[in-house]
């Protein structure tokens, strides 16, 4: 069974959902002012936060989340799934900690998040729809996808208001010989402090560094300018014809119905998988150990591990 073998490594290889290739997405059916939310979408007092002038910052977080005039705190569970996801997912375009890459606006100080206050119901249409002439890519993400990424942004809305707990991992406050030993048990079987990565921190600065560890993408999204893909990053497929005849490349897509991939030479080349063609299918990602350890990491092993990083010099 063929199909079976092929679908179980879909299930097993499951990796960021990269947009899709040519042709760019269609906008959705209905929306018809396009793409773009139209301006009935955003409350009367677009751009104006509640605050609380009354309430003194205090120590405790109910006292300040109310000197900022912050809603309910998120849900750090589900918070922390959304950052998971949002990590995987758009980080590449939106920055590890929302606030702006070089592809992507800053969403932490989006008005449009501000006004989701964690409830997904802004967020959600722009993740599924997504803004395709903007080169905002659609995902297909359901409600409970949804609500962790809108927890994580409002957590990270309310940790930038809240410079008094304000604390990220751009301050090095780990402990680099705990970070030494993780990076023996989790990270020596792929990399080394004295090969590859040798001097890393003298090529990144720390906040780079720590997105460059937590999830190094080297995905391309195609159509969007950023940083070029590095080969040994890149995702890779085998697709072997029943005659035996087999075409290997990097993989350009893949969804329940089709895969694409494009060869040494540039050429691409894709198929459908339909029950009875027989193919079978090879995918290696060779960051699955990034996106496997990103569910591991608590927050004293990442402290750590930048601190040990940084001495990389
Ligand atoms: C390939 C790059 C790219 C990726 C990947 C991407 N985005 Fe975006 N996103 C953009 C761009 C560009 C815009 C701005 C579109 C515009 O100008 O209207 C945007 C806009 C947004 C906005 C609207 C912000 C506002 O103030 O109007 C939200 C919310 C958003 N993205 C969330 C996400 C989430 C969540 C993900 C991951 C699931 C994601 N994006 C993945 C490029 C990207
Ligand atoms: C299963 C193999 C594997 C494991 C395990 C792994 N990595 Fe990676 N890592 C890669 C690959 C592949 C890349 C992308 C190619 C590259 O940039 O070297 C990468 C990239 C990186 C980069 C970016 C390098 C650069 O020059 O931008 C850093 C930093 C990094 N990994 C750190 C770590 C740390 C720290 C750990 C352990 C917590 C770890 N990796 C575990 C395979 C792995």
């Not at 590859?196 to 937590?214: G, V």
């Not at 993408?217 to 300018?225: A, I, L």
Request: hydrophobic share 35%; glycine share 10%.
């Amino acid at each position: 069974m063929v199909l079976l073998a092929a679908s179980a490594l879909f299930l097993a290889g499951q990796e960021p959902q990269a947009p899709p290739g040519n042709p760019p997405p269609e906008p959705p059916p209905g929306a018809a002012n396009g793409p773009h939310p139209g301006p009935a979408a955003k409350p009367p007092n677009a751009g104006q936060r509640p605050t609380n002038e009354a309430a003194a910052p205090g120590r405790n977080q109910e006292n300040t989340q109310n000197f900022f005039g912050l809603g309910a705190a998120p849900d750090p569970v589900s918070a922390a799934r959304g950052q998971t996801t949002f990590v995987t997912n758009c980080a590449f375009c939106h920055g590890t900690n929302a606030n702006g890459g070089a592809t992507g606006p800053d969403l932490v100080r989006s008005v449009l998040v501000l006004h989701d206050e964690g409830t997904g119901t802004q967020i959600g249409p722009v993740i599924l729809n997504g803004r395709p002439d903007k080169g905002m890519p659609k995902f297909s993400f359901n409600a409970m996808q949804i609500k962790d990424i809108a927890q994580f942004l409002l957590a990270r809305s309310q940790a930038t208001a809240n410079r008094m707990e304000y604390k990220i991992l751009n301050v090095i406050t780990g402990d680099p010989k705990a970070g030494a030993a993780y990076f023996s048990s989790h990270c020596a079987s792929c990399h080394s402090a004295t090969g590859d990565l040798a001097h890393i921190a003298a090529k990144y600065d720390a906040a780079t560094l720590q997105s460059r560890f937590l999830y190094p993408v080297t995905r391309s999204y195609p159509g969007t300018p950023g940083p070029l893909p590095d080969p040994k990053g890149q995702t890779t497929v085998t697709v072997t014809l029943p005659s035996g005849q087999s075409y290997s490349g990097t993989l350009e897509h893949r969804d329940d119905f089709s895969i694409a991939l494009s060869d040494s030479s540039g050429e691409y080349h894709s198929w459908l998988l339909d029950e009875n063609n027989g193919l079978k299918i090879d995918i290696h990602d060779p960051l699955k150990g990034h996106e496997e350890l990103l569910k591991q990491y608590t927050d004293a092993d990442m402290h750590n591990l930048l601190a040990y990083l940084e001495t990389l010099k």
